[in-house]
């Protein structure tokens, strides 16, 4: 399924199906057709195994996708024409004329990404191989959607300034947020803030810029994200954790995002768990930088942002040690339960914990689940995330390529 822009979650193109696995280092699997009603498709997997792969030549591209020497030849033709790919010089050391090497043009085209939380808001200017040409990041608790929608209108010229890119090169924007923005109560939550169960995002940004815009959960954004610029590379089938102002999560598998039936697979911040005094409670309450913040202020210490976590002195760093005790007991069990019901390659922590205290939390889980390894079939480890805190606005912004250029195995389903 495509991404929508009607307010629907975005759907995303998933890299290839029908295959055996592969192996874990190879990237993505890709499928191709030879069927003459394929084209599209076709060329959304060439451009795909020369993004992922590149530099590549035609031969490799067409080993990759199962598609005719012909086809590709046909295929990159095109790309070139359309200067979506580039030429990259010519493989060396083998016999007969050098090939010719492609790589995806990173000028061709570029997307916006906004990721919009109770604590940030942040967008993004993402070129088509993955590089943020331009970052705008604002600390605002529960900014409401009058705030969102003037952040965006007076930041989008400055940015696109920065980096020299015109309007017309944005083929569109994707909005990472929260499927419970406003049903999630927080701490210091402002009654108002449910103003956000009654706007359609897309209809509020989507006159500021002229473009198509496509909504997706921040988790699944950031899963997203992951699969395509940062560990998904190495593993096929993953489970994200992200660590917001709450906590999501966002579930891989044999390099496709999983949605359930009703779009809201990976929700681990909604299962329960004891806090430290032996009270149940949600993980998000117990596993959240709002949580931490929390217990920081019942000690005296002011926290706002990530940022200030580096300077909360003896006493918060005590703080901050026994919530990671508490959040790793708390996780456990959840984590015991992918791990038996899912079986990912790994899990993958990522969001807005600054990557220290990431690190120690995937070091501590990691011991703990080691030594439950006898009585479970099989535990993936644990580890920090590539794209760090801007996952969820990357994987946003992918959202239009997906739309405009990526594959999808739904693509050659006939349509009811």
């Known amino acids: 399924m495509s991404p929508t822009r009607s307010g629907a979650r975005g759907r995303r193109h998933a890299p290839g199906a029908g295959r055996a696995p592969a192996d874990r280092n190879s990237g993505p699997e890709l499928s191709g057709t030879n069927l003459v009603r394929a084209g599209d498709h076709n060329q959304r997997v060439t451009l795909h195994a020369i993004r992922v792969n590149g530099p590549v030549t035609r031969a490799e591209i067409a080993g990759m996708t199962g598609l005719t020497p012909a086809s590709i030849a046909n295929i990159t033709n095109r790309l070139l024409e359309d200067r979506l790919v580039l030429r990259a010089g010519h493989q060396r050391g083998v016999r007969g004329q050098p090939a010719v090497k492609y790589v995806i043009n990173p000028d061709s085209c570029f ?116 699969m395509q610029f ?24 044999d390099g496709s995002y999983f949605r359930g039936a009703n779009g809201r697979s990976g929700e681990i911040g909604w299962l329960h768990s004891r806090t430290a005094l032996g009270d149940v409670e949600q993980l998000q309450r117990i596993v959240s930088l709002s949580a931490l913040y929390s217990r920081l202020a019942a000690e005296g210490i002011r926290v706002t ?73 099989a535990v993936a480890p644990v580890s920090r995330a590539a794209l760090a805190d801007d996952a969820p606005a990357v994987g946003a912004a992918i959202l239009p390529f997906s739309d405009r250029f990526l594959p999808t195995r739904y693509a050659l389903l006939k349509s009811a």
């Open 305 to 377: 942002s990530p940022a200030d976590l580096g300077g909360v002195g003896l006493a918060g760093r005590g703080v901050i040690d026994a919530w990671i005790e508490e959040a790793t007991n708390a996780l456990l069990d959840s984590f015991v339960a992918i791990n038996c019901l899912i079986n990912p390659e790994a899990i993958l922590i990522g969001g807005r914990l600054p990557a220290a205290l990431i690190d120690r939390l995937a070091s501590a889980l990691n011991l703990r689940l080691g030594r439950s390894a006898a009585q479970v079939p």
């Open 230 to 253: 940062g560990a998904g590379h190495h593993y096929r089938s993953f489970f994200y954790l992200l660590v917001t102002a709450a906590l999501g999560g966002g579930l891989v598998a």
């Open 111 to 226: 997307s916006l990404g906004l990721n919009i939380d109770r604590d940030h808001v942040t967008m993004i200017v993402l070129d088509f191989v993955g590089t943020i040409r331009a970052r705008v990041s604002r600390e605002i608790a529960f900014a409401k959607p009058a705030h969102v929608r003037r952040f965006v209108s007076r930041s989008i010229d400055q940015l696109l300034g920065k980096v020299g890119i015109a309007r017309d090169r944005l083929i569109g924007m994707g909005v990472a947020f929260p499927d419970d923005l406003a049903r999630t109560r927080l701490p210091e939550q402002p009654d108002d803030y449910d103003v956000w169960a009654t706007v359609r995002v897309d209809t509020m940004l989507g006159d500021l810029l002229g473009i198509p815009v496509f909504l997706e959960n921040d988790a699944a954004a950031a899963a997203i994200g992951e």
